[in-house]
């Protein structure tokens, strides 16, 4: 079993910067790939960010590329979420999730075996 636990979630003003953290433990010997999610109230989760964790290749979704950066310390088995430029439609809980061993479509949350119990954001206008 894996473990994740995400960090750094608050309130912010709009055009301020968040940096958000997740931590796995557990059985963290195999991580192929981690990856953010966000779901607004009333609303259904979707992706923002992915890395995976041999290469560091990274894939956004077009609401948040050139404003927010995913990165990874593999010695830590940890992934941040760098947030700039906020905006109030980034108001969401964020979520964390690993996938231990293949990834088909990383934008898919079905295709990530563990998930944190996520952080919020708000960012105020």
């Known amino acids: 079993q894996v473990q994740l636990v995400e960090s750094g979630g608050g309130l912010v003003q709009a055009g301020g910067s968040l940096r958000l953290s997740c931590a796995a433990s557990?059985?963290?010997?195999?991580?192929?790939?981690m990856a953010w999610f966000r779901q607004a109230p009333g609303k259904e989760r979707d992706f923002v960010a992915h890395?995976?964790?041999?290469?560091?290749?990274?894939l956004y979704a077009d609401s948040v590329k050139g404003r927010f950066a995913i990165s990874r310390d593999s010695a830590k088995n940890t992934v941040y979420l760098q947030m700039n430029s906020l905006k109030p439609e980034d108001t969401a809980l964020y979520y964390c999730?690993?996938?231990?061993?293949?990834?088909?479509?990383?934008?898919?949350?079905?295709?990530?075996?563990?998930w944190g119990g996520g952080t919020q954001v708000t960012v105020s206008s």
């Open positions: 999730a690993l996938e231990p061993f293949n990834i088909i479509n990383p934008t898919r949350g079905s295709d990530y075996d563990y």
């Open positions: 557990g059985r963290t010997s195999n991580i192929y790939a």
């Open positions: 890395i995976s964790w041999s290469r560091g290749t990274t």
